[in-house]
């Protein structure tokens, strides 16, 4: 399952991130967005979603959503 397929509201860990891109991962991991980590989905929009990820909210635009698993 992908952030796109995440219910609202409902806290999930992160699985595994499935990018080719090296700086992706950086940004990511900057966020504190990697395998382990709680992740709760705010809102879905028409081009992504706004995510919560330890103390703070981000909007994920949907090809980076598909890239994050959820566990």
Do not use: W
Request: hydrophobic content about 40%; charged content about 20%.
């Amino acid at each position: 399952m992908t952030l796109l397929d995440a219910m609202e509201g409902k806290e999930y860990f992160v699985d595994q991130i499935q990018t080719q891109d090296p700086e992706l991962d950086a940004f990511l991991f900057s966020l504190g967005c990697y395998s382990g980590e709680p992740i709760t989905v705010i809102s879905h929009l028409k081009g992504g979603c706004v995510v919560s990820i330890k103390d703070g909210r981000y909007n994920i635009d949907n090809q980076l959503a598909q890239a994050i698993c959820l566990a």
